[in-house]
């Protein structure tokens, strides 16, 4: 009896609005209307059309957005930096019922402690990072890391439900708290950073004598690194464990520390890009 209770209740469709529908949002919610949930949702551009396309409907306006429907769970895919400016404009009074809000930014700690803040202590917090996108899971989530932790979470169905998401689509599932994933991801995000701000202020171009291994160096300039310094000059403001490996190499006033640090991870991670694409 049980048994079939669960079954059903991981089964049932979810409503879920979504405020910030930019692209990393819309390819969650591919997913999720796949899953047969539904979905509705607001941001600061209008994405009326793409909305009708998909099968969600969209609200310019946050007032009727939140006052169209009982919502189970509100998905916060916002900017790092406008994050206390969205929720501070949310009417939470129009909320119908208890609610899970969830949020999938690259840092943790720092929306973890605003939605503690500024969400009202009846809402249940579920702090998420997907660690992939529309690139490494255009073929599927198969194997793909989805890092949670349960801030405050009392109606257990429902947080159950959702991270069913990501876990049937074969998601790798890590709970963690919020702390530690900054901590862990601060390493990975402070070298992708060094090495593509590095190869940017390079100014590399191609040349008629290029070799493959150059090639591939011209490739990550013009089509990665300036996404890479964009996402993570965003991510340094709120990762404080970013800013301290970045202090690290500011000790030096006159810069030659840094310079040597900079070389030899250049110089250690490089020819293991090139390897691996090539």
Not at 42 to 57: A, E, F, N, P
Not at 142 to 150: I, N, Q
């Amino acid at each position: 009896m049980n048994e079939t209770n669960d079954v059903f209740s991981s089964s049932t469709p979810l409503n879920i609005g979504i405020i910030g529908f930019g692209p990393f949002a819309q390819f969650l919610a591919k997913t999720m209307i796949k899953q047969g949930h539904i979905l509705f949702a607001t941001s600061r551009s209008d994405h009326s059309q793409l909305c009708s396309q998909l099968g969600v409907k969209f609200f310019k306006e946050m007032d009727p957005f939140l006052d169209s429907n009982n919502y189970d769970v509100i998905l916060i895919s916002t900017s790092i930096l406008s994050l206390s400016q969205v929720l501070s404009s949310i009417p939470f009074h129009l909320l119908r019922q208890r609610t899970l809000f969830v949020d999938v930014l690259s840092v943790k700690e720092y929306p973890r402690q605003l939605l503690l803040q500024v969400l009202p202590e009846e809402t249940d917090v579920l702090c998420t990072h997907p660690m992939f996108g529309p690139e490494s899971g255009k073929n599927g989530w198969e194997g793909l890391a989805f890092m949670y932790e349960k801030v405050r979470i009392r109606n257990e169905d429902t947080c159950s439900r959702f991270l069913q998401i990501f876990r049937s689509e074969g998601c790798r599932m890590v709970e963690m708290p919020c702390e530690e994933h900054d901590r862990q991801a601060a390493r990975s995000q402070f070298l992708t950073h060094t090495i593509g701000r590095v190869l940017a202020e390079m100014d590399i171009k191609s040349t008629s004598m290029d070799t493959k291994g150059f090639e591939t160096l011209v490739y990550l300039v013009c089509e990665e690194a300036i996404l890479v310094i964009s996402y993570c000059s965003f991510s340094t403001k709120k990762n404080i464990y970013i800013k301290k490996k970045r202090n690290m190499l500011c000790r030096d006033n006159h810069g030659y520390a840094s310079s040597v640090l900079l070389l030899c991870f250049v110089g250690m991670l490089i020819p293991q890009i090139c390897c691996n694409i090539l």
